[in-house]
């Protein structure tokens, strides 16, 4: 319960009032969950959709009902957001353009929304001396050390050619031809940005550079609840495959290593970064997989990264957190929510392949 949680110091947690925007998205919902069932924070959940939180704000006598508000809006152009921040002790912010099929295909929309629609946000919070929680990602490290070895190279294998460190591994990227690396581009300009704020006015702020996080209400299926020539991420494709019993679909041969953190581990992560203020049953497939290229998959322009495999230092002695979900675990929860809740859709796609 809310009352029983205490922070890393052994004190009982004091309410504060979050504004967290992008809060009806897949980590927004989990972590709006969290707070409200083990905390006594307040939220003002800002965001264009709330269909993931839905069952928390209503009906109105849910034991909530008091300490979370939904505000629908725009970052981009509405002005009511300084009054909230200002109203918050802290601010989250999760809004991203985060799938990597639209930094080929929508470079500019990737670049505003992750870094000019981001500016009033750290604007706002370094002018009210309101604390920061800004989420980013791990695309930021860009490529490994090691990728640049030959293949044969035994230092491939060495931990200090790929394992990503916070305050040390460089953020090596594509050449500019290569758009996919617009995303990552204004995600490290935004932090370097934040991270100046600090320096020269005092910002107050932590940023989260999420490692593949994964779990129910995580993606689209496209056709269904996304668009049909839309690309989800790496587990939602796959998912996708799947539901419509088609071969997975590897990409430049699936060489490519990535870390996979379950979404309940890492909002716990989350929830500590709040209260403690001192860090910054089918038969197979008769073809199970097929090889694609990343040119044919996500378009013309697109790059990528060769391991996403973080350091886990930091985290561990400032949080002593550590990530509990195997991975076996958390595929079973997240595939299950996922054919739960689209099994029957697909079903029906698939029998009216022309209104698909």
């Not at 319960?1 to 004190?11: E, I, P, Y």
């Not at 947690?13 to 504004?19: E, S």
Request: aromatic fraction near 10%; glycine fraction near 6%; include cysteine.
């Amino acid at each position: 319960m809310a009352s029983g949680r205490v922070d890393l110091d052994g004190n009982p947690i004091k309410p504060m009032t979050i504004c967290m925007i992008g809060a009806g998205g897949f980590i927004g919902s989990h972590l709006c969950e969290k707070l409200m069932a083990e905390t006594p924070h307040k939220v003002f959940a800002v965001d264009v959709y709330n269909d993931k939180i839905k069952h928390l704000l209503e009906p109105s006598s849910l034991q909530w009902a008091d300490r979370i508000q939904f505000h629908r809006l725009n970052i981009k152009n509405d002005s009511r957001l300084e009054g909230l921040i200002r109203m918050a002790d802290l601010t989250i912010n999760l809004a991203a353009i985060c799938t990597p099929a639209d930094y080929n295909t929508r470079p500019l929309d990737t670049i505003y929304s992750n870094f000019i629609d981001a500016l009033p946000v750290v604007k706002y919070c370094s002018e009210n001396g309101k604390r920061l929680i800004h989420f980013s990602t791990c695309e930021i490290y860009g490529k490994t050390i090691g990728s640049f070895l030959p293949k044969d190279s035994p230092l491939r294998q060495d931990p200090e050619y790929y394992v990503l460190k916070e305050d040390a591994s460089p953020c090596i990227f594509g050449p500019i031809e290569k758009q996919r690396w617009s995303y990552a581009c204004a995600k490290q300009l935004i932090e370097r940005l934040i991270y100046a704020e600090g320096a020269e006015n005092g910002l107050e702020f932590t940023i989260v550079r999420p490692f593949n996080w994964i779990g129910p209400r995580m993606d689209f299926i496209p056709g269904i609840d996304g668009p049909s020539e839309g690309v989800p991420r790496v587990l939602a494709c796959f998912s996708n495959n799947l539901l419509r019993r088609e071969p997975l679909k590897l990409v430049d041969g699936g060489e490519s290593q990535r870390t996979f953190i379950y979404i309940k581990d890492a909002i716990e992560a989350v929830l500590l970064m709040i209260v403690y203020t001192k860090v910054s049953g089918e038969p197979s497939l008769d073809s199970p997989t097929i090889d694609i290229s990343s040119k044919e998959f996500y378009g013309e322009g697109y790059d990528d990264s060769d391991k996403r495999i973080p350091d886990m230092t930091i985290i561990n002695k400032q949080l002593g957190w550590n990530p509990k979900t195997s991975l076996w675990d958390l595929l079973e929860s997240t595939l299950t929510y996922q054919h739960r809740t689209y099994a029957e859709a697909i079903k029906k796609a698939i029998s009216n392949p022309t209104a698909s």
